[in-house]
């Protein structure tokens, strides 16, 4: 597994989402998700995101217990407040963010590499920008905000990038060029996330999913399938790549610290790092995915989708 730079960090440029992680949301048992774990570290998998909202603390428990003692890198995200609402509500004053670290500090068993808001609006990021910054070496090493549910976030991942925060995550992907692409001409620590488009871009699609892609509009579904299967597959059975191979080679072609994918087993996970491997797109299909955006990016963008929590 090959590493880039994130904050002062060396990180594998594929990491592993930790929403598969003690969430009922993909109905992993604690015996698969740790295989899953086990896989990411024999991968050389050194990057590891997870939330305090997913699984309501249990995967940052499990993961904090089974990474420990292992030269990794932890980030997490908070802003959930699941402590005091039965349905988790965004909130961002720094009384409870710094009091929500800390619950997460002592569930991972070690202080964060990278503390994040979740999915903050942009307001709340301007407004809680300059306490964040002052956690750093606090709270975590680093200090960021993933940004979401919605994809189209033009507006906070620029508040963020002006506010000088040291990380960022977002959604990129073929399907989701924008607002990315924006982020990487900006520069900084750029975190993606659903680099396949919530498996549109893999082999196992289904317009029916009852994972976390049921989040999607099942029209966004069919029809971006639609056009991956008649533009985006042949591209990929040019260079004999996967679609998830490919989908994730590139948003590596692209100066990102590394790729966050979600995986549900092992075999997954391994398809995801084969493409980790140094060689990035050629630029005729750099090219031609452009083109394709130009084409096909209004109506992709126009139907109205979440990439999750």
Same mark, same amino acid.
């Given at each position: 597994m090959r590493l880039r730079e994130l904050c002062g960090f060396r990180v594998s440029e594929v990491g592993l989402g930790g929403w598969v992680v003690g969430s009922d949301l993909y109905r992993l048992d604690d015996e698969d998700a740790r295989r899953l774990v086990n896989k990411a570290l024999d991968l050389g998998i050194t990057l590891f995101?997870?939330?305090?909202?997913? !699984?309501?603390?249990? $995967?940052?428990?499990?993961?904090?217990?089974w990474l420990a003692g292992h030269d990794v890198v932890i980030s997490t995200k908070v802003g959930y407040d699941f402590y005091h609402y039965e349905k988790p509500t965004r909130r961002f004053d720094s009384e409870y963010l710094g009091w929500a670290a800390a619950k997460s500090a002592e569930r991972l068993g070690r202080r964060p590499d990278i503390l994040m808001l979740h999915n903050p609006p942009a307001d709340s990021i301007r407004k809680t920008a300059p306490w964040l910054k002052a956690q750093r070496g606090v709270l975590a090493?680093?200090? !960021?905000?993933?940004? !979401? /549910?919605?994809?189209? #976030?033009?507006?906070?991942?620029?508040a963020a990038l002006n506010a000088g925060l040291d990380v960022v995550m977002f959604v990129f992907n073929i399907l989701e060029q924008d607002p990315g692409m924006e982020f990487i001409k900006r520069g900084g620590g750029l975190l993606v996330r659903v680099p396949d488009a919530t498996g549109v871009l893999t082999d196992r699609f289904s317009p029916n999913p009852t994972d976390h892609r049921s989040l999607r509009p099942r029209e966004w579904l069919i029809k971006a399938r639609a056009l991956v299967?008649?533009?985006?597959?042949?591209?990929?059975?040019?260079?004999?790549?996967?679609?998830?191979?490919?989908? #994730?080679?590139? #948003?590596? $072609?692209? /100066? #990102?610290? $590394?790729v966050v994918v979600t995986a549900t087993t092992p075999e997954e996970l391994e398809e995801y790092a084969t493409a980790s491997d140094g060689k /990035?797109? /050629?630029?005729d299909h750099l090219e031609r995915l452009e083109e394709f955006w130009r084409r096909h990016g209004a109506t992709l963008s126009a139907a109205p989708s979440s990439g999750g929590r």
């Open positions: 995101d997870t939330a305090d909202v997913y !699984g309501r603390g249990r $995967s940052e428990e499990l993961l904090g217990r090493a680093c200090v !960021g905000a993933a940004l !979401g /549910p919605e994809t189209y #976030v033009l507006e906070e991942g620029l299967e008649r533009e985006i597959a042949p591209l990929a059975r040019e260079l004999g790549l996967t679609l998830a191979q490919y989908a #994730v080679k590139y #948003v590596l $072609s692209f /100066p #990102v610290a $590394s /990035p797109l /050629p630029r």
